[in-house]
């Protein structure tokens, strides 16, 4: 089976960097995603990490260990529409999401 | 333009009620998925298909029955509706099996 943490909340000011952590454990791996979620709206795709290391796609960035079965999402330069649902997702045949940490940008 | 749709957007039934959700994909993509998403934004999924044939099936009421008339169309219809369905199903693609997953728009279902 499958079983995915990532923290519930978090908050962080306009101009900032922020990291969302992610652990997960899982009977089969085919890679982890990142999905943003708006308030409202559909989760969109924002990364997809396979082998170990560092993915940087411009303000985003996601990074994986598999031997530690741990993700991260970082966001630089924080701006307000950054507020939404993070969702980091895994598995083999089919996803597994966890429960998405609510990030809140203030000025 | 649309890549992944679904019809319709809001849907406010009596318990008891059948309803249908339709979702339609126009990127080509082999697999295709429903998922619901409780009050707690919580993300499930609930079927898979690939090129028309059920892969995954969630544990989920036999009141939900998915169809797949054509590999770009997967619709999900529901039998005797419960408050407890009230939630956002989410029809979603991927180009195959694991490989990223699009999203379409949501349908709010709510049962009274």
């Known amino acids: 089976g499958q079983n995915i943490d990532q923290p519930t909340e978090m908050t962080a000011t306009e101009g900032a960097i922020v990291q969302i952590n992610c652990t997960y454990q899982?009977?089969?791996?085919?890679?982890l995603f990142w999905y943003q979620q708006h308030a409202g709206e559909a989760p969109t795709f924002l990364s997809y990490?396979?082998?170990?290391g560092l993915e940087e796609k411009g303000r985003f960035s996601s990074f994986l260990s598999r031997s530690k079965g741990y993700s991260y999402l970082l966001l630089k330069e924080l701006q307000m529409k950054d507020s939404a649902s993070y969702l980091c997702?895994?598995?083999?045949?089919?996803?597994?999401f966890g429960k998405g940490t609510m990030l809140l940008v203030s000025p | 333009d649309t890549a992944v749709s679904q019809t319709p957007k809001y849907l406010v039934t009596q318990m008891g009620n059948d309803k249908s959700i339709k979702c339609e994909q126009n990127?080509?993509?082999?697999?295709m998925y429903w998922y619901k998403q409780d009050s707690k934004k919580f993300l499930k999924i609930m079927f898979s298909?690939?090129?028309?044939?059920?892969?995954i099936n969630e544990t989920v009421p036999n009141r939900f029955s998915p169809k797949s008339p054509d590999k770009a169309h997967l619709n999900l219809h529901i039998n005797s509706l419960e408050l407890g369905d009230s939630a956002v199903y989410f029809c979603?693609?991927?180009?195959?099996?694991?490989?990223?997953?699009?999203f379409g728009p949501g349908t709010r279902l709510t049962v009274l």
């Open positions: 979603a693609s991927s180009q195959d099996q694991r490989a990223t997953q699009y």
């Open positions: 899982t009977s089969g791996f085919n890679g």
């Open positions: 990490n396979v082998l170990d």
């Open positions: 997702a895994t598995g083999y045949s089919t996803l597994t």
């Open positions: 990127l080509g993509h082999d697999t």
């Open positions: 298909y690939n090129n028309k044939e059920l892969i």
